[in-house]
């Protein structure tokens, strides 16, 4: 933590009230986000007990999918299949495929719009994303369980949305307990900040003392895990509907269904609230500058899932090959990079905690020498170097050597030729111009940050796995000897558990079996 | 008596095996050796490129080296050994470095472009891997990928696993040399969706590498000719559990001999550092922020009465003996910010912080110093986390040195790692981290008591 967000935290406890950490928001909040919240029964991968979503703040107007008793498949698929089949309504629009020039000729087809969803913490979306989304991704192939195609769509869907979650600046997929803690301290701990009902009490404020107030809200539970005395009272009525479905009894499943969705609906609604809550605080910071090109990125990322969409359902490998597992961080280190640039030039708060840390040369401009010529090292010619000579007015760590921004235009890369306590001097080496039409000039105060990000094109990545990165071949088929067939092969890279596809079908079904057999996985 | 024939022998006995190892290597095979601090990695480098390319004159040898300060070092090591090997440095669209521009001449060719015919020419390319996947990216596009026999990477431990993938399909077979105690290569994005994958992207490239051909010949270099054998067996034992080796000199070979008496509280330090090579200053237990005032000033303290008293090294490159100047003494902590607060320390004090090294563990990888002075990552700290703990680091801080090493923590450390065991989140299939970052600490906070000047 930086002195800054410290000095921020002590600021946030003392007042009672969260501190704005930026002066603008990083990300985008789309007009009709999707909010999802969700109840997940405790002990259980993926077995929703409820999940409430809509587009509307008012929960009255949101969906709600209620498994009564989420270990019996029926049940738990009865909601799943309910919401996968809204959630791809909600997305059809955004799949439509429309075809727009290219630059320099052609065309292209681009995703006609790109959705937003929004959950109210970050295990939320995990939960969404990678445990439910990965449990439904799979149906419909081989002898899984007989499912809608709209849930096999929700399984690829979701999929996408939780591998796209990890990039860097990324607005698809948004949980607020993140965004709002992105955007304003507390004077609680991060693992405090993690409960979305505390964390708004710090930024709305309570009526009351708040330190009396949290340790209530600290109880409300916003999913995916309940809070356990809600389901401890919950549990009895879960029974009583098993008991119904056993006994052949449908007064007694009615009763019991409603009597848990009624429970469900109350206490997902004040999730759902909280959630559009959050949203509403965020709508009301301004948006930073670079804000639409990342927004733009996702866009463009979706229009790629898009048109995937528009043959088939997308399928995804259990694990990453190689090429796309290096692929992928690359590229999200790259984004990790430019958001880093972005944020701080877009948000003086960002900058001047940057300036804190000592990662600025801040000052006077003394003297600017635009007549410096140098010869560039590798070149023949001289060119233009002008060197900027600058009084400190705040102290920097950086060092003489290292490469700077000039904070008035990012395009004006300096190199620090010299530093000491009062003074330092930088060689303007790229975008002479640039420097020419930002105005600096002596006596002006300046402020150049040590953010260099890579400008140029990225290589080209691998498009085949190298030596390095497998077995040899004759490692493989000796390991393999008389089974070479396609999926055993597949099977070397996927990291699939150790088990045949026959003995996986041997194993207990939650849920596909009566209710005396002993229970198993849950696929 | 003096070390140097061994040193000789051992480089070239080592030169032969590995050369005879590449030379029996098939298509898709690799050779690696590793060499704990100081072992003459750099040396085993150049005299194997040397030696497999005046064996095969038609050999053009690529040389994958981690960042440009390693490349310009390595070439100017080839070119001091061996000025006739014509030498090709590719360098980035931003120029070559001041160092090489001062070394150019006859049989060093400075270039950007990997065809150029200068560059063809050399027996030896010496770049960053990252310029080598720009390399293979450009013929990659032109669809006319052309392998090279061998490669010798350097300091292959601190590469990371994609950084290899990006370049592998170059190299026909590779050489590769490193030293495994070192901090890991690193990524700040979440890697957890790659756990357990052999190839994991954000793994160290010889994990992959060793993980797909497990039967690849690894050698191992015995002796550090950089630590004293004061320091030789700690670090041995604390962050090379699996390997063994000794330190190249004997007791008594060198020595530190410091001018002046004793006036103040520091000179106990540097007296003790000097005669038992290890000092550990512990200065009252307190939670702390990371740019600890007290640590730093103590730091910069023990730099400037260091530099006041002067001395003489005495040591097997030097046995007449020569003066201590500030070049000779590094400063050494875990977090930028840490640095800026030595400096400033220093500034304070009237020493000029550019007249020695004070740099952060990460940024003193494979330097050498007689005397470093080390900044402990847990000093003042309320939790350890898997950053502090990390035994590459440590490793790092506490190898750097020829003669002397002095620590300053605060107390409590131990303590906090005894509240502080591995709490990290085990994943499937993921391989154990050796040596563990909590044990090499417990070991070397043991092995600093019996140095402590109160």
Not at chain 1, 72 to 79: K, M
Not at chain 1, 304 to 323: G, N, T, V, Y
């Amino acid at each position: 933590m930086s002195l800054v967000d410290l000095v921020m935290a002590a600021e946030a406890a003392q007042s009672g009230k969260a501190v704005r950490r930026t002066a603008y928001r990083h990300q985008h909040i789309a007009d009709r986000a999707l909010v999802v919240v969700a109840f997940n029964l405790s002990g259980e991968a993926a077995a929703p007990l409820g999940l409430m979503y809509g587009t509307d703040s008012d929960p009255a107007k949101a969906s709600l999918a209620v498994s009564a008793e989420p270990r019996n498949r029926e049940s738990r698929f009865a909601a799943i299949n309910q919401f996968a089949s809204d959630f791809v309504k909600f997305l059809a629009p955004h799949l439509v495929l429309k075809t727009e020039p290219k630059k320099g000729g052609g065309f292209r087809q681009t995703a006609s719009s790109t959705p937003q969803l929004i959950v109210p913490n970050r295990s939320t979306r995990s939960y969404l994303g990678t445990r439910l989304g990965r449990s439904l991704r799979y149906l419909g192939l081989g002898d899984t369980h007989d499912v809608p195609e709209e849930t096999q769509w929700t399984g690829a869907h979701l999929s996408w949305f939780a591998e796209h979650s990890n990039l860097p600046g990324q607005s698809t997929f948004l949980a607020m307990t993140e965004s709002l803690s992105q955007h304003f301290v507390t004077g609680q701990s991060a693992l405090e900040d993690e409960n979305l009902a505390t964390l708004l009490a710090w930024i709305d404020g309570v009526p009351g003392d708040l330190l009396a107030e949290l340790e209530d809200l600290e109880r409300r539970a916003y999913g995916p895990v309940p809070n356990p005395d809600w389901e401890r009272k919950l549990e009895p009525i879960v029974k009583a509907y098993s008991d119904g479905l056993r006994s052949d009894d449908a007064e007694k499943t009615r009763v019991a269904f409603e009597r848990v969705e009624k429970s469900v609906r109350e206490a997902l609604a004040e999730a759902f609230e909280a959630t559009h809550r959050a949203i509403e605080i965020l709508r009301g910071v301004d948006p930073a500058a670079s804000v639409a090109s990342r927004w733009g990125n996702d866009h463009w990322e979706w229009s790629d899932h898009a048109r995937r969409s528009a043959k088939e359902i997308p399928r995804f490998a259990k694990r990453h090959d190689p090429l796309r597992a290096a692929r992928t961080l690359q590229r999200w280190s790259s984004a990790a990079d430019a958001l880093e640039t972005d944020q701080a030039f877009d948000d003086p708060l960002i900058m001047a905690r940057l300036d804190a840390e000592g990662r600025c040369v801040t000052g006077t401009v003394d003297s600017i020498d635009t007549d410096n010529k140098e010869v560039k090292p590798g070149n023949k010619k001289a060119s233009a170097v002008p060197l900027i000579a600058v009084s400190l007015t705040a102290p920097t760590r950086l060092l003489a050597g290292e490469v700077v921004r000039l904070t008035l235009d990012r395009r004006v890369r300096c190199v620090l030729r010299s530093i000491d306590d009062s003074s330092a001097t930088l060689a303007v080496t790229a975008q002479v111009k640039a420097l020419r039409e930002s105005g600096l000039g002596t006596g002006d105060e300046a402020m150049f940050v040590g953010l260099d990000p890579w400008e140029g094109m990225d290589p080209w990545a691998p498009d085949e796995t190298p030596w390095t990165h497998r077995a040899s071949l004759d490692e493989t088929t000796s390991e393999l000897a008389g089974d070479v067939d396609d999926r055993a092969v597949a099977a070397v890279d996927d990291g699939a558990p150790d088990m045949t596809l026959d003995e996986l079908g041997e194993v207990t079904l939650v849920g596909a079996v009566g209710p005396d057999d002993e229970p198993g996985v849950v696929l | 008596m003096t070390s140097a024939p061994d040193f000789v022998s051992i480089n070239a006995a080592f030169t032969k095996l590995v050369v005879d190892d590449i030379k029996n290597a098939r298509r898709d095979e690799a050779v690696l050796v590793e060499a704990p601090p100081g072992a003459g990695k750099s040396s085993l480098t150049v005299s194997v490129a040397n030696e497999l390319t005046s064996q095969a004159k038609a050999l053009r040898l690529p040389v994958v080296t981690q960042t440009n300060e390693q490349a310009d070092d390595l070439v100017l090591s080839l070119r001091s050994k061996h000025p006739d090997l014509e030498v090709a440095r590719l360098h980035g669209g931003s120029g070559p470095s001041a160092a090489m521009v001062a070394a150019a001449g006859p049989g060093l060719v400075l270039s950007s472009d990997h065809d150029d015919q200068d560059v063809k020419r050399a027996r030896v390319v010496v770049t960053t891997a990252r310029k080598w996947e720009f390399v293979r990216s450009k013929q990659q596009r032109d669809g006319n990928i052309r392998q090279y026999e061998l490669a010798l990477i350097d300091e292959a431990y601190q590469m990371r696993s994609d950084a290899l993938l990006g370049i592998a399909g170059l190299f026909e077979r590779l050489m590769c040399v490193g030293d495994p105690g070192q901090l890991d290569p690193f990524t700040t994005i979440d890697d957890a969706l790659w756990k357990g994958l052999q190839y994991s992207p954000s793994r160290t490239a010889m994990g992959t590498l060793r993980a797909f051909h497990p039967n690849i010949p690894a050698h191992q270099l015995p002796t550090s000719w950089r630590l004293p054998p004061s320091a030789a067996a700690i670090v041995c034992r604390a962050f090379y559990p699996f390997s063994s080796f000794d330190a190249g000199t004997s007791d008594g070979q060198r020595a530190i001999t410091l001018d002046g008496h004793r006036k103040t509280e520091d000179d106990d330090v540097l007296d003790l550092a000097a005669s038992d090579g290890w000092a550990y200053v512990e200065l009252p237990e307190k939670l702390t922020v990371r740019t600890d005032t007290e640590v730093a000033s103590r730091l910069a303290r023990l730099v400037q009465r260091l530099l006041d008293r002067g001395g003489d090294v005495v040591d097997e490159l030097n046995p007449d003996g020569r003066r201590i100047t500030s070049r000779d003494i590094a400063v050494v902590a875990a977090h930028n910010d840490q640095v800026h607060s030595v400096r400033y320390a220093l500034t304070e004090l009237g020493v000029d912080p550019d007249s020695l090294v004070v740099s952060t563990a990460n940024k003193v990888q494979g330097r050498e110093y007689q005397v470093v002075l080390v900044w402990h990552p847990l000093a003042g700290r309320r939790d350890a986390t898997a950053f502090h703990l990390e035994a590459g680091r440590m490793c790092v801080m506490l190898s750097r040195h020829r003669h002397a090493c002095v620590v300053v923590g605060r107390a409590g450390a131990d303590r906090l790692l005894e509240e502080y065991p591995d709490a990290d989140p085990v994943f499937l299939d993921e391989p154990e981290k050796f040596p563990d970052g909590w044990e090499a600490n417990s070991l070397v906070l043991h092995h600093l008591a019996k140095f402590k000047v109160a």
